[in-house]
């Protein structure tokens, strides 16, 4: 036999006769807890004196008061009664000193009652005392049983008690009757913008991508036989300029690029009535724009040829002092904000001494436009990309990303009321929109986006 069999044998016999070793020896050990030993006695009190308030205060003991005072009411009025009709009947013989008789005992019932009455709630005012100081030494108690509560227990009770509480309510709330909606502040026919769909018009002018700035749309007063007619404006020059206005009779003329009909403003770019900045809109035949050089709004009559003027407060923001921003960059010589609605043209603009938030006025018709009131808002201008009017609440959007834009803002210019989380965002075709206007007789806003004419559904409420 080798060695290194003998080896593992002997290791065999070791770990057997461990095991028996092991087997036969009793293994005992003493638990001590670390903590103080939990006070049954104390709590097994505190029920019972819990028990014996119960036992004390029962319905038919507290409703005793009651039925009491309720039966000594009942007599009294009996007894007026009584009395009443022996003071109509009393003949001076002996009906009178019968009913006297039954008045004296029904009195003497009476004081008895009041007696028990009495003597009832100064028990129960007794009993209401011992309670109450009871209770608060049960409280108390209690409250000192919690240290022995390690694994808070009690604490994720009355936890629990609360979340249930809670939830109680809130179903409560979700099974009442919703209160009727609160109706928009405006006076606008159409509710307040809730959606922005599309975009449903997508094309490049015929004038490709060479001009980024630009506007278009729809007159929304247009003049006879020109109902259907739809008007371009590139910035040609610079981005920043342009001298005539193009017009088609349908938007299949304008998406195939045939057909136009172009009216000069200005002999050249720049000079004197020149168009300057995207933010253009038409109105009653007549192109309302930015003036070059001056802050102020310009009126193109189209069909006389003729400009008629009116200046904004003095100071106000033009040449890129307060054009619309995001925080990628500046969209240039939007420092005016051209806008139509269902009452007529408005302009948005701002000044130093309003610190840059945005003013609004309704520019009046007339054989010389005017300004009507000024209107003041609490909307930065360089946080928006662009405004737009519709009912007459000023809207404000905002550049989100390269893919998306965002209604952020309005301002009621009836009620001055302002909203900041509007929250309605539409698809983008391009990265940047550089005017945008709503269109009230077809609902739509028309936007002119780095070159390309885009077109939207508003829906409102």
Avoid at 123 to 147: D, F
Avoid at 185 to 190: A, L
Avoid at 238 to 255: D, E, G, H, K, M
Avoid at 321 to 349: E, I, N, Q, R
Wanted: proline share 5%.
């Amino acid at each position: 036999m080798s060695s290194l069999v003998l080896a593992w044998r002997i290791v065999g016999v070791v770990i057997i006769l461990f095991m028996q070793s092991v087997t036969a020896t009793d293994c005992a050990c003493e638990l001590a807890g670390g903590g103080k030993p939990f006070p049954k006695d104390k709590l097994l009190s505190i029920e019972t004196s819990a028990i014996k308030c119960n036992e004390n205060i029962q319905l038919a003991k507290v409703s005793e008061e009651a039925s009491l005072r309720l039966g000594l009411h009942k007599r009294l009025l009996q007894l007026q009664d009584e009395v009443s009709v022996l003071e109509q009947e009393d003949d001076g013989g002996l009906y009178g000193a019968v009913s006297l008789r039954i008045i004296e005992m029904e009195l003497a019932e009476i004081l008895q009652l009041i007696n028990r009455l009495n003597t009832t709630h100064n028990m129960h005012r007794s009993l209401g005392a011992n309670v109450h100081g009871t209770m608060q030494q049960v409280q108390a108690e209690l409250k000192s049983l919690e240290e022995f509560d390690h694994m808070q227990i009690a604490q994720k009770l009355e936890e629990n008690k609360r979340l249930q509480r809670s939830l109680a309510q809130c179903q409560e709330e979700l099974q009442a009757t919703p209160p009727p909606p609160t109706p928009p502040p405006s006076n606008c026919p159409h509710g307040p913008l809730i959606r922005v769909d599309g975009p449903r018009t997508y094309t490049i002018t015929q004038y490709g991508t060479s001009y980024h700035y630009g506007s278009w749309g729809r007159d929304p007063k247009p003049a006879r036989g020109k109902e259907g007619w739809y008007w371009l404006i590139p910035l040609t020059s610079s981005n920043v300029y342009a001298n005539y206005v193009r017009q088609y009779n349908s938007l299949s003329a304008l998406v195939a690029g045939v057909g136009p009909v172009d009216v000069s403003i200005a002999s050249a770019n720049p000079t004197t009535n020149t168009i300057q900045g995207p933010n253009v809109v038409m109105y009653g035949d007549a192109l309302y724009y930015g003036c070059y050089n001056s802050p102020t709004v310009c009126r193109f009559n189209l069909t006389s040829r003729q400009v008629t003027t009116v200046a904004l407060p003095a100071n106000s923001g033009i040449n890129n002092k307060f054009p619309f921003c995001h925080l990628g960059a500046c969209y240039v010589y939007t420092d005016l904000d051209l806008m139509t609605d269902d009452s007529g043209v408005w302009v948005a603009y701002t000044s130093a001494e309003n610190f840059g938030d945005v003013m609004l006025n309704q520019v009046e018709s007339g054989d010389v436009p005017r300004l009507g009131r000024t209107l003041k808002t609490s909307l930065h201008k360089r946080t928006a990309t662009n405004t737009f009017m519709a009912c007459g609440v000023l809207y404000a959007t905002r550049y989100v990303d390269k893919e998306t834009e965002e209604v952020f803002y309005s301002f009621d210019s009836r009620t001055g009321v302002e909203r900041h989380n509007l929250n309605i965002r539409f698809k983008k075709m391009q990265t940047n929109i550089h005017s945008l206007n709503y269109d009230p007789s077809d609902h739509k806003l028309y936007a002119y986006s780095d070159a390309y004419a885009v077109s939207y559904d508003a829906i409102f409420e």
